[in-house]
């Protein structure tokens, strides 16, 4: 764990990638999210059930992908703050 390059951006380490898995049908499917903003919206293209973030998550992602969305991979990897699942941390700017 020396030093890695990074790209401007988003660091490799982040996934952008995350299957989200209905919880009503089980029908599967894989997104890509966005990086700059929370998708709180996410309709199954199976059987039609609009899904929203669980209680506690920023996003959908967090709720119903097998991958959370890339601000909490940041802030798990202690590389960041969290997006709107911050509880009033100091900014940094
Ligand atoms: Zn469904």
């Known amino acids: ?5 990074q790209p401007s951006g988003v660091s490799p380490a982040i996934v952008l ?6 919880p009503r049908c089980g029908h599967r499917s894989i997104h890509m999210m966005p ?9 199954c293209a199976s059987c039609g059930i609009t899904l ?4 506690g998550d920023c996003c959908i992602y967090c ?11 940041e802030e798990r990897a202690g590389l960041g703050d969290a997006c709107c699942h911050g509880s009033g ?5």
């Open 63 to 73: 709720s119903y992908g097998d991958v959370a969305c890339p601000p909490i991979q």
């Open 89 to 93: 941390a100091p900014g940094s700017d």
């Open 1 to 5: 764990m020396t030093d890695q390059a």
């Open 17 to 22: 990638q995350s299957t989200i898995t209905c």
């Open 35 to 43: 990086t700059d903003a929370c998708q709180y919206i996410h309709v």
């Open 52 to 55: 929203k973030p669980k209680p």
